[in-house]
């Protein structure tokens, strides 16, 4: 088995402040994925990377940057956070076939 | 319009009855995960059905591919089953295996 570790599991940020997120998987996937829950509004997906340093854009990737460092690692930065933003951040890895999430960061910007 | 829908969005069973979930997809795909999320919680992979049927437990999946199609089935339902239960659409191509997900069903389950 594996673990997807996602850092840090709680973030606090001010309006326009960039922030960034970061995600560990140790199955050794090919895909990893960075998705946004809304309360209400379901998971959209704002990039993945099929392999290391690849890139893909989601629904929603304006105001979001990625980077696939390494194979293990996948990190999302939230270019200028939005005053009164709240939602969840999951990451998440796949051979390509079954998909596994991570724990979450939860954001809150005041 | 949405590409997995579905139903029913909300429902509450006595403990012991049985539920089943559906979930209906308005393209072609490769196949379908079924997962489950306490508030607050992580996603937790409960099926990866591509076809035919997977049973675990009390959970049974049953997805009909050719008919854009899955159910969950839970049966002897528990207080502890509930929670949020979503269905995503698994999309492989060259870039990836690409999950597009549904709205949820939430599920109440009360003595």
């Known amino acids: 088995g594996g673990i997807i570790t996602q850092t840090p599991k709680f973030l606090i940020g001010q309006e326009g402040q960039k922030l960034t997120l970061k995600c560990q998987q140790n199955f050794n996937h090919d895909t990893m994925y960075w998705y946004r829950q809304d309360s209400g509004k379901g998971l959209r997906l704002i990039y993945y990377?099929?392999?290391?340093?690849?890139?893909q854009k989601g629904d929603l990737s304006e105001g979001y940057d990625a980077s696939r460092e390494k194979k293990s690692s996948f990190s999302l930065t939230v270019t200028s956070a939005q005053k009164n933003e709240m939602a969840v951040f999951l990451c998440?890895?796949?051979?390509?076939?079954?998909?596994?999430f991570g724990k979450g960061t939860r954001l809150t910007v005041v | 319009g949405q590409q997995v829908q579905q139903s029913p969005t909300s429902l509450v069973l006595q403990e012991g009855e049985n539920a089943e979930l559906q979930c209906n997809f308005s393209t072609s795909l490769n196949s379908m995960q079924w997962f489950y999320q306490r508030p607050g919680g992580s996603l937790i992979s409960v099926f990866y059905?591509?076809?035919g049927t997977k049973q675990s437990g009390r959970l049974t999946s049953t997805t009909v591919i050719k008919e854009r199609r899955s159910s969950l089935h839970i049966s002897s339902s528990q207080i502890t089953d509930s929670g949020t239960y979503l269905c995503?659409?698994?999309?492989?191509?060259?870039?990836?295996?690409?999950?597009?997900f549904g709205g949820g069903t939430r599920l109440t389950v009360r003595p």
């Open positions: 998440a890895s796949s051979p390509n076939t079954e998909v596994f």
């Open positions: 990377s099929i392999t290391e340093n690849d890139l």
């Open positions: 059905n591509p076809s």
């Open positions: 995503a659409m698994v999309m492989n191509n060259n870039a990836g295996a690409k999950l597009t």
